[in-house]
Structures are given as C-alpha cells and as structure tokens.
C-alpha cells in the first residue's frame, strides 16, 4: 500500500472512530426507557450514564493527558483506544447499575482523552494548507451520528437490545485499533513536546485564551438552546409534531454542512477570520430567531442556519486551537475540549432556569449574549 493510500486509509479511520465517538457519549439518549427497565432504575436514573461520561471528558481528560504527558502520543491514543474498547464491553456484562455509571466515567475519561490525541494526530498528518479541511474531515463523523447514527440507535435496540449496539462499536473500534497499529507510524511530524509549565503559560497567549475562552462561552449559548430545541419548537409550533423526526434529521444535515463549510473556509482565509465572521452572523441569526417566534417556517429555517453556524464556529475553534499552540501542547487541547463540555453544561443549566422563570421562548437570550461576547473577546484580542 503506498503512502498515500495509507494516509488516505488512516483518515478515514479516524472520521469513523469519531463517529463512534459521538455515538458512544450519545448512544443512550434515545434510548433511556430501556435501559431503565433492563436495569430497574428510574428513566432519571438512567439519565445518569450520559452524565458520568460528560464528567469523565470534562474532569478526568486535562489530569490524565498531565499525567501520562510523557508517553509518546501515537501509543498513548492506542492505551486509550485500548481502554474504551474494554470499558464499551465492561458495559454489556456489568450486573449492577452502580458498576456501569463507573464504567460510564472512565469511558468518558478515555474516549474523550483518545479524541484529543487524534486532533493533534489529524493536524500532524495534514499538510498546514489543508488543517481546516482535515479538521472538518474528522468531525464528519460526528455530524453523521446526528443525522443518522444516533437515530438509528432506536431502531437497533428493538432488534439487538441495547448491549448488541455496544458489541457492534466495540468491532468498529478494534478495527481503527488495527489500522492505526499498522499504518499510524509514532512520531509523525510530531513536534518537540513542551514542559508542563511552558504548556500552561501558553494560557497567557492572546491567542490560546481567546480560542479557550471562546469555546466555553459559545457552548454556553449553544448548550442553553440546542439541548432544548425541540421542545423549544414544539412549543411555538404544536403542529410540527409529526414532522418532527424530519425536522431532526435536517437539523443533522445542517451541521455537516456547516462543519464541511468551516473547514474550507478556515484554509482559504485563516481560522481567526472565520471565527469572527462566524460569531457576526451567529448574533444576527439568534436576535432573528428571537424576533420571528411567531412565524413557523422562517423560525425553523433560521434554527437550521443558527446551527449550521454553529458548527461552522466550532470548526474554527477546534482548528484555532492546534495552529495557536503549534500542535504541541495535547494539554492546551483538552483544555479547549473541558471547555466544550463545561460550557455545554452551564448552559443547559442557564437554560433550566430560564424556562422555570420566564418560559422556554426566552432561552435564545442566553445564545444572543453568548455570541456577542465571544465577539467581543475576539475584537479585544486582535487589539
């Protein structure tokens, strides 16, 4: 195989492995009622296994990438690799409910730290021309499990029960273990590692705080409104209600054009400018969205802008990260992924109390403050 097939080969893998990914923080979403009952606990129990692994990313990734900083990184993604596929089939034969919650954490702790080693990975193999295409490349798979995966977790339920879903994602990521011990070469274009604290001070950076400080504030706004967009819609328009599986599925089309869209953009005019002209519209579409609730398709359709934008940011984001730290700090990187979570948390949160205070029409003004900041984080940092 020559080196470019194996490059092309390798890639591709790890748009897979991102699509497992997203469906292993995701896969239980649609499918809570089931495994209540599997494991006799409440729905609200159930819920508890999305939560453990949104900790283990947030909490346990920046202390295990210090930790094991050392270890080179193609071989510290294969251990982590390694230990999601043993914590993916821990979870089809643990007997109780307490033991699958910890499951659940160390999953989050690994998978997670495994897809911040494969964005510096991605970046590493990428000629610097085309980062932000390889970027958007790789976060495909994840705007696929929206469209498609994720959804059809339902339906695999009813045929395998919830435990043949994680065998099936177990087999899809022994497979990317094989490939990349075959084909992923250690120290590929991997630049000289930074000492921790050289690592941290790069937090004092403009551009490392902006990207950081952006990536939690903006997923403050996006958590506040995507985590309750369909009831939010559902509301306003009672009508949609048998729509709105479809209305579901454009909503995952609109992020994998979005994500594509980021991707072409960042390396035709640099992911500075990309991330400030994504943060202008983005303020412009939510104060729409605010103005029009009462009229039913333009809401909609600017829903499905708003979070075709939203990728677009994000895409901006996790490019911006890599070029302003040159790749090499993985800590920085995980910084930026804490950030994510967090900021998707607090604004969920954020969101809860708005729509227990004023209504659930109310949450896009969490979005609309949120994409004003991080513009002016962006203006204040190209002072």
Request: proline content about 2%; aromatic content about 12%.
């Amino acid at each position: 195989m020559t080196n470019k097939k194996q490059l092309t080969l390798v890639l591709s893998m790890f748009t897979v492995m991102h699509f497992v990914l997203a469906m292993t923080a995701g896969v239980f979403n649609g499918i809570l009622d089931q495994i209540a009952l599997s494991m006799d606990v409440s729905i609200a129990e159930s819920g508890m296994l999305n939560t453990m692994y949104a900790y283990g990313g947030a909490i346990g990734v920046p202390i295990t990438l210090i930790l094991f900083r050392n270890i080179e990184r193609t071989r510290l993604l294969k251990s982590m690799l390694i230990v999601t596929i043993m914590m993916s089939i821990a979870l089809v034969y643990l007997p109780n409910f307490g033991l699958l919650l910890f499951a659940r954490l160390i999953m989050g702790i690994s998978a997670n730290s495994y897809g911040v080693l494969a964005i510096g990975e991605v970046v590493a193999l990428a000629p610097k021309e085309k980062q932000g295409r390889a970027m958007a490349f790789l976060i495909m798979g994840s705007s696929f499990a929206l469209v498609a995966g994720i959804p059809l977790t339902r339906f695999l339920a009813d045929i395998f029960d919830w435990r043949g879903i994680f065998w099936l994602l177990s087999g899809i990521m022994f497979l990317a273990l094989l490939c990349f011990h075959l084909f992923l070469p250690q120290n590929t274009k991997e630049p000289s590692k930074l000492q921790l604290k050289n690592e941290l001070l790069l937090l004092k950076e403009k551009q490392t705080f902006t990207v950081i400080s952006c990536m939690f504030i903006m997923f403050i706004g996006y958590g506040a409104f995507y985590t309750y967009l369909t009831p939010y819609l559902l509301l306003l328009f009672p009508s949609i209600e048998q729509q709105m599986v479809y209305i579901l599925v454009f909503l995952g089309i609109s992020s994998f054009i979005g994500n594509l869209l980021g991707g072409f953009v960042a390396d035709r005019i640099g992911y500075a400018k990309a991330l400030l002209l994504g943060s202008l519209i983005q303020i412009v579409l939510t104060i729409l969205i605010f103005f029009t609730q009462g009229y039913f398709l333009i809401n909609i359709a600017l829903a499905l802008l708003w979070l075709m934008n939203a990728w677009f940011i994000g895409l901006q984001l996790n490019t911006g990260i890599t070029q302003a730290t040159q790749n090499k700090s993985n800590v920085m990187i995980s910084l930026n992924s804490s950030a994510n979570q967090f900021g998707g948390a607090v604004g969920a949160s954020l969101a809860a109390i708005v729509i227990a205070n004023s209504g659930i029409q109310n949450i896009i003004l969490i979005t609309i403050l949120a994409s004003i900041v991080i513009t002016l984080i962006q203006l204040y940092g190209r002072k």
